[in-house]
Each structure stands twice: as structure tokens, then as C-alpha cells.
């Protein structure tokens, strides 16, 4: 029997919901949920909020600024970028500090927000000791912060959250082809997005139901970068 022809499926806009309404607390990310809802009540102006790639670190900022009106910035970016501007926000995240942040510029921020009264989250895949950080005030400074690890989803966040993807594009699945998934899948948000989105554009262009054989395939592709 001739497979069913294959259709192009419309390529329309679908953004994750990433709102405080959205967030799905876990083990691995409780820690960072309570650090969202006790704003501004923290218990230092500084937070280093660390974890590995796909943890959903992106998520806790996407909310916290919806949350507070902060204003977000790239590390690299930084010196590029008025510090009074920045304070002028009720706070301000500095994302990927991993990735390398201006020494100087970093330490006038924290120190233009403490005179205001203001608050820094900064997000990194590491802690502050693997930074480079080559001035001593900005290092003590960076010590007193304090620090809130998010970890990778364990089964349960990861089974939640890849029904809410689903849910989101009104897709009504088997749940044994998530749990399919949960026991294959990196431990990444990241990879979910990817992968839930995949699935639903190659079961639309081949018109056929979401299966495990079909789930199967599109998560090897998605692991591999295709």
C-alpha cells in the first residue's frame, strides 16, 4: 500500500508560554520558584541563579521580568549599555555570566544598584569562582551573593512539562508515548520544546497520529541537530 502523500504544514508562530503561570515547580527548580515569589523580599540585593543547559533558567527570568518589569541583559553585553539605565528598572538580570562579563562594568551595576536600592539576578551555567574574575571588590561581592542552584528536570518535571508543550499546540496525546519520551530524552527543556514541536510538524505533514515508533524517530533526529 502507497504511504498517504505528505503535506507541508503551515509554519505558524508558536511561542512557549513562559509566564509565572506557566512555570511547573519540581525538586530541581523549587529553589528558584521561591526565589521568583519572594521578590523583592530577597535575602541579598545579589542572586546567582546557576544550572546546567536546559534547566529552564531562561524560563525563571521570562517570568521574573514579566513578575517585575526587570530589565535584562546579556553579560557580554554590559559595557555597552548605560548602568543608570539599567537601575532605572525595578531590577536587573544579567544572563549567560558564563560566557564571559566585563569585570568593571559588572561591578559598577552591583554597585549602582545597591545605592538604589535595587536588585541583580545573574544567571550562569557555572558560579562565580569559574568567571575570570580578576577584581577583588567585585569577587567579594559576587561572595555575598546569594547563590540558588536550578538542576535538571528529574522524570516527573520532565512527564509535566512535555503534556503541557502538547497541550499548548491542542494536542491531544497518548501519555505512554510521553513516558515513551521521559525514558529517551536528554534532561532538558530545551530538548522538550525541540522535540514536541517536531513531532507535531511530522505527524502534520504526514497526517497521521502521534505514535511511539513516530515519536522514536523525530526524538533520534532532534538529539542529532537535525
Known sequence: ?????????????????????????????????ELLERWPDWPSPVV???????????????????????????ARDLREVSVEGLVAAPATVVEDA??????????????ASRQAGKTVLITSRTWPASWKVTLPDLMSRL?????VE??????????????????????????GVVDYLVVRMERSLEVAMRAVEAIDQEALAGRVKITKPLAGRVLENVHKGI
Open 1 to 33: 500500500m502507497a504511504e498517504p502523500p505528505r503535506q507541508l504544514p503551515l509554519d505558524l508562530p508558536h511561542e512557549a508560554a513562559l509566564s509565572r503561570d506557566d512555570f511547573l515547580v519540581g525538586a530541581s527548580n523549587r529553589a528558584a520558584f
Open 150 to 175: 536550578i538542576l535538571e528536570p528529574d522524570d516527573d518535571l520532565l512527564r509535566r512539562v512535555l503534556v503541557k508543550l502538547f497541550a499548548d499546540r491542542q494536542i491531544a496525546v497518548d501519555i
Open 98 to 111: 558564563h560566557l564571559g562579563v566585563d569585570n568593571t562594568a559588572l561591578f559598577h551595576l552591583l554597585n
Open 143 to 147: 561572595r555575598a551573593a546569594t547563590p
Open 48 to 74: 546567582v541563579l546557576a544550572g546546567p543547559v536546559g534547566s529552564g533558567k531562561t524560563h525563571i527570568v521570562k517570568a521574573f521580568q514579566e513578575e517585575t518589569g526587570a530589565a535584562v541583559i546579556s
